[in-house]
């Protein structure tokens, strides 16, 4: 058998797991949509052996009640040594709900809730019936993502050594709400807002205006400080409860300036001083996306 990365995509229906497989059928993975949970091993080792070495399986709630087996699958793959990355898909409930309206589709769910199910009624069954699978995937909240962003965040997720962690810091406004996918979330809205000077007002975090403003705000640098110390201490922790892939969201009024900026400054802090449990650090900007 050769060596094989297996993806599995999953989440909630109609949070873009179409566009994530298409994102990786684009990137040379063999793809099987719909697949039954029980049907994954064997899956895995009939392509193992044509030598077949990436493979992603969209698997869910159409897949009926076997889903919920789905976690110990897993780790049976993984005790087998099989490279298996767990992507589920979330988003907002106004936003499924909006979605399914506009494409006018029946949720998969309402087969089983029966017929006079309503689509707010079939997103919160499925999300109860998925919550075991989400407490260990890789969590990406599509809500208000463009299409190209989503493709482009899927495939960063899928990268990297999954024995240790990747660290994503995730930028956000808090006037939009917080992101399903976090893990962690910091406040900083605390910090001067560049929003309030004109010439400010249409750049972000990236720029090295609105950085010598922050800058400027004393307490910038012992909020940063803060941050960087409590995950130094406690990343390592989600690594020893087999996760690989944590979330921390940082949060503004509305996710351009100071978010970007405190993102940013500890991305590259991580990056020059790196911890031996993280294999790679990804950014997310939100707003800017």
């Not at 029946?106 to 309503?118: D, I, N, V, Y």
């Amino acid at each position: 058998m050769t060596d094989m990365k297996v993806v599995l995509v999953t989440g909630l229906s109609g949070s873009g797991k179409s566009v994530a497989i298409r994102a990786l059928e684009d990137a040379h993975f063999y793809c099987v949509d719909n697949l039954p949970p029980s049907f994954i091993p064997q899956v895995v080792e009939r392509l193992s052996t044509e030598g077949i070495t990436q493979l992603a399986i969209a698997a869910d709630a159409r897949t009926g009640r076997d889903i919920i087996d789905l976690p110990q699958i897993i780790q049976t793959l993984k005790a087998r040594g099989t490279d298996v990355r767990i992507l589920f898909l979330d988003a907002d409930n106004d936003t499924l709900i909006t979605r399914y309206s506009e494409s006018r589709r029946r949720h998969p769910m309402s087969a089983r809730l029966g017929e006079q199910a309503t689509v707010q009624e079939c997103v919160d069954a499925e999300r109860e019936a998925l919550e075991p699978l989400r407490a260990i995937s890789s969590c990406i909240d599509t809500s208000a993502l463009l299409p190209n962003v989503l493709r482009r965040w899927v495939l960063e997720t899928v990268e990297g050594d999954s024995a240790k962690l990747t660290l994503v810091f995730e930028t956000f406004g808090f006037k939009k709400g917080l992101p399903s996918d976090a893990d962690l979330v910091f406040d900083v809205r605390c910090l001067s807002n560049p929003y309030y000077d004109k010439n400010l007002r249409p750049l972000s975090g990236k720029d090295i205006e609105v950085q010598l403003y922050i800058q400027a705000d004393e307490r910038s640098d012992a909020l940063i400080d803060d941050i960087e110390s409590y995950l130094r201490k406690w990343l390592p922790s989600y690594l020893n409860e087999q996760r690989s892939y944590v979330t921390v969201a940082i949060g503004c009024t509305g996710g351009q300036h100071r978010s970007v900026y405190v993102a940013e400054t500890l991305a590259k802090r991580f990056t020059t001083k790196p911890l031996s449990e993280i294999e790679s650090i990804l950014l997310r900007h939100r707003t800017l996306g």
